[in-house]
């Protein structure tokens, strides 16, 4: 054999052996950008290459997920879904019924997720019987967070009502101190209406008017009252808000330019990011109220050709509830883990709250899934009422027109 053809021939092998052992792929549509987000979903990454996986990442950037929804949409009407994407609530379901999601049902079986979920976060899951999406973590909306130093610095607790928030606001407006980090995009404005509903109408009168949609609760003089809080809140906010990411309100907490912030536990993830230490740098607690909004983020995968694909898929889907995976990316995130089987000895006190009050207001009928971050409603039923939110908002609606606006909103939706 001469040189050459020993070159041509190991040359082939090894291309024979690409092609063979090519392994499970994975096209990974996500929203996860930020600092937090990024290392929380680094883990995954690299849980799959060492399961010999190969990621292709398709990052699309814009906190709450609207950019990348976008992003799929156009992927999906070209004949070319992703193999895997965070995808959540409701929309798993709607994506289902288009038929373009692949059925599971064979890891979720293999890795008795029957057993190791809790019902409330199975549901979410399952579309027609099938198993269509694995679920990463549950993330709590309803916090407030803020920077210890400047409540220290001002006499002033952790607020547990609306008017001892105002009040606190108040007085850090007057010691020339901004009360509230807030970014002015919809999903953010929407964030922090949903937990002035939790807080101020309690969680039935939530559950009437952002899961059943009850024109009564929607017209109520609760939901009036709901929107005057949101007009103070307006008032609590910097000139700059407009448009500004959330994870720059956070940054905002964390560098003493602002105090609060009310945002979601992956607010958390920025913080610990920076090295931020809960109790200590920074605090956490529940909106004023009663009851608890969760927001779990899931995958679901597409339905596409090919073995290593689907391999990859059924990688991803075991990988994402592997006791590692809901460890250490829920403690990158922010969020806990949703099996309920797993210790949180690793935890920090903010999510021991949550885990607590997750168990506390399952109990209670008071755990409820976060319109704000499409666990609740449909996509156009959601949309219809943020943008009534926003619009209030960033205006000066009164509440009055805001609440007639609504109800109309939300029926021409259905
Ligand atoms: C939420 C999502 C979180 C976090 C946040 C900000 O909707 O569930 O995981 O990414 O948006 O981007």
Request: aromatic share 8%; hydrophobic share 50%; net charge negative.
């Amino acid at each position: 054999m001469t040189l050459r053809m020993t070159l041509a021939a190991s040359a082939a092998s090894l291309c024979y052996a690409s092609v063979a052992m090519a392994g499970p792929q994975a096209e990974v549509l996500h929203w996860w950008t930020s600092g937090g987000e990024a290392r929380a979903v680094a883990v995954l990454q690299e849980e799959f290459a060492a399961r010999g996986g190969t990621w292709t990442d398709m990052p699309v950037a814009g906190g709450g997920g609207d950019a990348a929804m976008t992003a799929l949409r156009a992927r999906v009407l070209s004949g070319n879904a992703p193999t895997a994407v965070q995808l959540k609530g409701p929309a798993i379901q709607e994506w289902y019924e288009e038929g373009v999601l692949a059925d599971i049902s064979a890891v979720a079986e293999a890795e008795g997720w029957e057993d190791i979920l809790p019902a409330s976060i199975a549901g979410h899951m399952q579309c027609e019987g099938v198993w269509c999406a694995a679920p990463v973590n549950v993330h709590r909306v309803d916090w407030v967070w803020a920077n210890k130093a400047i409540l220290e610095a001002n006499d002033i607790a952790m607020p547990t009502t609306w008017e001892e928030f105002n009040a606190a606001a108040e007085k850090l407006q007057a010691a020339g101190i901004t009360p509230l980090a807030h970014g002015g995009q919809a999903w953010q404005d929407a964030t922090v209406f949903e937990t002035v509903v939790l807080g101020l109408g309690g969680p039935d009168f939530f559950r009437a008017a952002l899961i059943d949609l009850d024109t009564d609760a929607l017209t109520s003089d609760t939901m009036k009252a709901v929107f005057d809080q949101m007009r103070v809140m307006r008032g609590f906010v910097d000139s700059n808000f407009s448009g500004r990411d959330w994870n720059l309100a956070t940054a905002m907490v964390m560098n003493g330019e602002a105090a609060f912030q009310i945002m979601g536990d992956w607010a958390k993830g920025e913080f610990l990011a920076a090295g931020k230490v809960p109790g200590e740098d920074f605090l956490c607690a529940s909106t004023p109220g009663d009851g608890y909004l969760y927001n779990v983020d899931s995958f679901a995968m597409f339905t596409v050709s090919g073995d290593d694909n689907i391999a990859g898929q059924q990688l991803l889907a075991e990988l994402i509830v592997g006791e590692n995976f809901q460890k250490v990316f829920n403690l990158n995130k922010g969020s806990i883990p949703v099996r309920s089987d797993l210790a949180l000895d690793d935890f920090d006190s903010c999510a021991i709250l949550s885990a607590n009050e997750m168990t506390a207001t399952s109990e209670a009928g008071s755990l409820l899934p976060s319109y704000a971050h499409g666990m609740a409603l449909r996509g156009a039923q959601a949309g219809a009422i943020t943008d009534v939110v926003t619009a209030h908002f960033n205006s000066d609606m009164s509440s009055e027109e805001a609440v007639q606006m609504l109800v109309d909103a939300v029926a021409n939706s259905l």
